[in-house]
């Protein structure tokens, strides 16, 4: 099947060709599969871009740890790191130390988080990472910043919906992390990052009308409003859970019990083979099949190696 690559595609492949830094070519390779046609005939060119996208970014981390400490860099850890971005005082802190009970500077006053900070969510039997970030401003971005962005499995954009300014903040962020090939509002970029939109403070007086203007001057763009006071919290676990795009899968020795504190995490689509290689290096080769509780047709059923699981499974490796 042709590929019928568009013109955009072709002004999207030069701009690669002529880039001169890692961050140029990361940005042209994001548009090349952000415009690209989807089908069958596209199939092996997107696996090509990117793996290439792959390899800069892995290029790019081996630099910056050469390169001495990275202040902005965070470790992943957890089923997910979700990083939060927004404007000076809009409750990114007060959120974090709330959901994570981590000890992180919550002050009245803008710039006091001048570092990423971390804490865990709990969510049933995982913890997901909560990062929390410098504010920004439409002149002002810390260095480094846009690279956690990037670097994060979602990301929550947050917005102060008791004040005036909460129009303004929604349209900083959401134009600098667009702008940056963070995200792409079309969700139609397979690379952009993921992201949810929270209106903080929903619990003070002027929340609800600014809440109204917004969604009325931006339809498309989905709003939750939550407050510390516990407002629309555990939705948001939820949501935060299901952005993620992964599943938990409990193993399994023979005639053991299955192991349901300690979930592997997989991305959905995952299969058996997939698993074997999370579980160790040596499994794939010696995999012959799997025995699978949860989504297989009875308990128990023995399934092939290119079994797609799904969240919650119970899966025994048979070697």
Not at 104 to 128: N, R, S, W
Not at 237 to 242: Q, S
Not at 255 to 283: C, E, W
Request: a neutral charge.
């Amino acid at each position: 099947m042709p590929a019928n690559l568009t013109p955009q595609y072709y002004a999207a492949e030069e701009k690669y060709r002529k880039a001169a830094t890692p961050e140029d070519k990361t940005e042209a390779l994001q548009e090349m599969l952000s415009v690209m046609p989807k089908h069958k005939g596209t199939e092996k060119l997107q696996a090509d871009l990117k793996k290439r996208l792959s390899q800069l970014r892995e290029e790019s981390q081996k630099k910056k740890q050469k390169g001495g400490y990275n202040p902005f860099h965070v470790e992943k850890q957890g089923a997910g790191q979700v990083v939060l971005a927004g404007c000076p005082n809009t409750g990114k802190s007060s959120l974090v130390s709330i959901l994570t009970r981590a000890k992180v500077k919550v002050a009245d006053f803008p710039f006091t988080t001048t570092l990423p900070a971390t804490g865990m969510i709990p969510y049933e039997d995982i913890h997901i990472q909560l990062v929390d970030t410098p504010p920004f401003t439409e002149d002002i971005v810390p260095p480094g910043l846009t690279g956690t962005f990037r670097n994060a499995d979602a990301l929550l954009i947050i917005i102060d919906l008791s004040t005036g300014e909460c129009l303004a903040q929604l349209e900083t962020t959401m134009s600098l992390l667009e702008e940056r090939s963070v995200i792409d509002p079309t969700r139609e970029n397979p690379v952009a990052v993921p992201y949810i939109v929270l209106g903080t403070k929903n619990d003070l007086p002027e929340a609800a009308g600014n809440l109204s203007v917004i969604e009325e001057l931006y339809p498309e763009t989905v709003i939750l409003p939550v407050s510390v006071n516990g407002h629309n919290l555990e939705s948001l676990k939820v949501k935060i859970f299901d952005i993620l795009n992964v599943i938990r899968i409990y193993g399994k020795s023979p005639g053991k019990k299955a192991q349901m504190d300690n979930p592997f995490i997989l991305k959905k689509g995952s299969t058996v083979i997939d698993l074997a290689y999370t579980v160790h290096r040596d499994f794939p080769q010696k995999l012959k099949s799997a025995l699978v509780w949860g989504s297989a047709r009875f308990d128990g059923q023995a399934v092939p190696r290119d079994y797609i699981l799904h969240d919650k499974d119970i899966v025994e490796l048979v070697i």
